[in-house]
């Protein structure tokens, strides 16, 4: 079964009968939207155990309190390797979970330790949170960013609306879908550069199936909620830096902070960014139209 | 300057640090440096004393050295607390 990423075709196998794949969120993520791209073979198992030997910790964290499956993950390093091992609090399915990825061979070895007296698990090809964290992983090392915004299109101008959880990022995307816009997504979104330019795509979503979409990136807004509606355009290093400061990001090194920061630093020379204060009307989206005229 | 425990950018003539802790990049306390802070860690790359430091500057900008010494000691103040700039030699300091 293929799941097409940007860039990336993960083409998932099971080596054990148990494991069913059923893809839900990544289900329509079966076609590339982009011309090249490198191929990763993901093959799952099922074991009693896992076995990180020889491996050493990069990084670790936890899903956030009150999350519906509590669970933590942490980022393990081998030479070329990198290993993603999830373990879970109260899955129904799964106990633990570890998933090798080595670059060299472009394979990805997945091993489950499932629950007791289980015939079968079903799980999608990215399951939650494994596969979130995969994919963080993959988008840094082809030098993509993966940022929590909404996007959406207009007559060929791509946006971009950025800001912590909880403060507008559906919102701002809902009221241009009202005016016509398509939607991007209005959660994640996955950045890349093809031939010299900067691209948003939708990822595949835990909860829901929605089709691939891709749109250039032309402009980006640190949108926040306010009384009046307030765009203005930053400059320099504040705007590359507030731009970053809501970026999905994982870096255990000094080297792989360092290309992050040059590739923040590479869309923030490209792309305008914005400040923008809103009410949640449609006055925005005129206000926003507006800019580019 | 502590360049090991940071990893820095620059664009424009503006200047961004990221400080990383065992490694770990931590992105809450990132710092960015403004034109003249740009110059004085460029001055820094290479450990100097604070005479050294204010003679390189003086050269910089069109400033009187009362003002200048008294900005440079602020601005290294802030540094060493942030852990950006390390004292070496703390009879020339």
Same mark, same amino acid.
């Given at each position: 079964?293929?799941?097409?990423? #940007?860039?990336?075709?993960?083409?998932?196998?099971?080596?054990?009968?148990?494991?069913?794949?059923?893809?839900?969120? *990544?289900?329509?993520?079966?076609?590339? /939207?982009?011309?090249?791209?490198?191929?990763?073979?993901?093959?799952?198992?099922? $074991?009693?155990?896992?076995?990180?030997?020889?491996?050493?910790?990069?990084?670790?964290?936890? *899903?956030?309190p009150?999350?519906?499956?509590?669970?933590?993950?942490?980022?393990?390093?081998?030479?070329?390797?990198i290993?993603?091992?999830?373990?879970?609090?109260?899955?129904?399915?799964?106990?633990?979970?570890?998933?090798?990825?080595d670059?060299?061979?472009?394979?990805?070895?997945?091993?489950?330790? #499932?629950?007791?007296?289980?015939?079968?698990?079903?799980?999608?090809?990215?399951?939650?949170?494994?596969?979130?964290? /995969?994919?963080?992983?993959?988008?840094?090392?082809?030098?993509?960013?993966?940022?929590?915004?909404?996007?959406?299109?207009?007559?060929?101008?791509?946006?971009?609306?950025?800001?912590?959880?909880?403060?507008?990022? $559906?919102?701002?995307?809902?009221?241009?879908?009202?005016?016509?816009?398509?939607?991007?997504?209005?959660?994640?979104?996955?950045?890349?550069?093809?031939?010299?330019?900067?691209?948003?795509?939708?990822?595949?979503?835990?909860?829901?199936?929605?089709?691939?979409?891709?749109?250039?990136?032309?402009?980006?807004?640190l949108?926040?909620?306010?009384?009046?509606?307030?765009?203005?355009?930053l400059?320099?290093?504040?705007?590359?830096?507030?731009?970053?400061?809501n970026?999905?990001?994982?870096?255990?090194?000094?080297?792989?902070?360092?290309?992050?920061?040059?590739?923040?630093?590479?869309?923030?020379?490209?792309?305008?960014?914005?400040?923008?204060?809103?009410?949640?009307?449609?006055?925005?989206?005129?206000?926003?139209?507006?800019?580019?005229? | 300057?502590?360049?090991?425990?940071?990893?820095?950018?620059?664009?424009?003539?503006?200047?961004?640090?990221?400080?990383?802790?065992?490694?770990v990049?931590?992105?809450?306390?990132?710092?960015?440096?403004?034109?003249v802070?740009?110059?004085i860690?460029?001055?820094?790359?290479?450990?100097?004393?604070?005479?050294?430091?204010?003679?390189?500057?003086?050269?910089?900008?069109?400033v009187?050295?009362?003002?200048?010494?008294a900005?440079?000691?602020?601005?290294?103040?802030?540094?060493?607390?942030?852990?950006?700039?390390?004292?070496?030699?703390?009879?020339?300091?």
């Amino acid at each position: 079964m293929d799941v097409f990423l #940007p860039g990336l075709r993960l083409n998932f196998k099971t080596f054990s009968s148990e494991i069913k794949l059923s893809s839900f969120g *990544s289900s329509l993520y079966n076609h590339s /939207l982009t011309e090249d791209y490198k191929s990763f073979e993901v093959s799952y198992s099922l $074991s009693e155990s896992i076995n990180s030997t020889g491996f050493s910790r990069a990084l670790s964290g936890e *899903s956030f309190p009150g999350a519906e499956i509590p669970y933590s993950w942490t980022i393990f390093r081998r030479d070329k390797e990198i290993a993603i091992q999830v373990i879970f609090d109260d899955d129904p399915q799964l106990k633990e979970v570890l998933g090798v990825i080595d670059f060299t061979k472009e394979t990805i070895l997945g091993t489950l330790v #499932p629950r007791k007296g289980l015939e079968n698990i079903i799980i999608d090809p990215l399951f939650q949170p494994f596969g979130s964290v /995969l994919m963080v992983v993959l988008a840094h090392f082809q030098d993509d960013v993966l940022v929590h915004a909404s996007g959406v299109l207009e007559n060929g101008t791509g946006r971009l609306f950025t800001a912590v959880s909880g403060t507008g990022k $559906s919102t701002m995307a809902g009221i241009w879908k009202n005016e016509g816009a398509t939607l991007i997504n209005d959660d994640r979104l996955w950045l890349r550069k093809v031939d010299g330019c900067w691209f948003m795509f939708n990822t595949p979503m835990p909860y829901y199936a929605q089709e691939p979409q891709m749109a250039p990136l032309n402009e980006i807004f640190l949108i926040r909620q306010s009384p009046e509606n307030e765009v203005t355009k930053l400059t320099g290093i504040n705007a590359a830096m507030r731009f970053m400061a809501n970026g999905i990001q994982h870096f255990y090194d000094k080297e792989m902070t360092g290309r992050h920061l040059d590739r923040i630093l590479d869309i923030a020379s490209q792309i305008p960014i914005y400040d923008c204060g809103f009410r949640p009307t449609k006055e925005i989206v005129e206000e926003i139209r507006g800019l580019s005229g | 300057m502590n360049a090991e425990q940071f990893v820095t950018r620059q664009m424009g003539s503006e200047m961004v640090m990221v400080p990383l802790t065992d490694k770990v990049a931590d992105m809450t306390s990132v710092l960015t440096l403004n034109e003249v802070g740009a110059d004085i860690l460029k001055i820094l790359e290479n450990p100097k004393t604070i005479e050294e430091m204010t003679e390189n500057l003086f050269t910089l900008y069109d400033v009187d050295k009362a003002t200048l010494e008294a900005d440079i000691d602020d601005f290294l103040k802030t540094a060493i607390d942030k852990k950006v700039v390390e004292i070496i030699n703390q009879e020339r300091f």
